[in-house]
C-alpha cells in the first residue's frame, strides 16, 4: 500500500467555489455553507485503505463537531472510469452504510480537488468563518497498520481553535492515504 502526502495548500488561502451533485443528485454549493462557524472538505473515496480506516471515527467526529454549528463536505475527486468502485451509485451505498451525516459530493472534473491542491484520501481542509484555510492535513497519527489509535486530535485541536477563538496549531502534518486518481490527461502540476 503505498502513500501519498498531502501539498499542503498555504494557510488563508480562500475556498474554492463550488458546485457539486451529492449521492442524491442534488448540487451542493460553498454558498449553502455560508452559516457555518467553520468547513471542513474531507476529500475522499470509497476504495482506499485509509480512508476505510478512519472513516468510522471521521463521521462520529462531523456528528460532534456539526452539533457546533461545523459545516462538513466529503467530495471524492477519483477518476471513476479506472476506478468503478467510486462511482456515485457507490459512493451513495458507501455514505449510506457508513452513516454519513453529511453530503458526500462527487468531482467530475477533478476541478475542486485541483484547486484545493487535494493529493491523497484522505486529505483535510478547515476554513474558518471567512472561509479561509486556517488547518490542513492529517485528522491524526493514525494509519492503517501503524498501531496508533484514531483520535482525530489534530483535526480537532484546530476545530476547537476556530470555535473557542483560541489558536490553531501552527505544526500541521500531512495527511497520508492513496493518491487522487486523476483522469489521463488531467494531472495536476503538482502530481
Known sequence: MSATASTMLPLTT????FHLPDTEGKTVSLSDLRDARALVVAFLC???????????????LAKEYQDRGVAFVAINSNDVATYPDDR??????????????????????????????????????????????????????SRPGNGVPITGADLCVALDGILEGGPVPANQKPSMGCNIKWKAGNEPDYF
Open 14 to 17: 480562500k475556498a474554492p467555489d
Open 46 to 60: 470509497n476504495h482506499c485503505p485509509f480512508v476505510k480506516h478512519v472513516i468510522g471515527d471521521l463521521v462520529d
Open 88 to 141: 456515485p451509485e457507490m459512493m451513495a451505498k458507501f455514505a449510506k452504510q457508513r452513516g454519513f451525516t453529511f453530503p458526500y459530493l462527487y468531482d467530475e472534473t477533478q476541478e475542486v480537488a485541483k484547486a484545493c491542491r487535494a493529493a491523497c484520501t484522505p486529505d483535510f481542509f478547515v476554513f474558518d468563518e471567512k472561509r479561509e484555510l486556517i488547518y490542513r492535513g492529517q485528522m491524526d497519527d
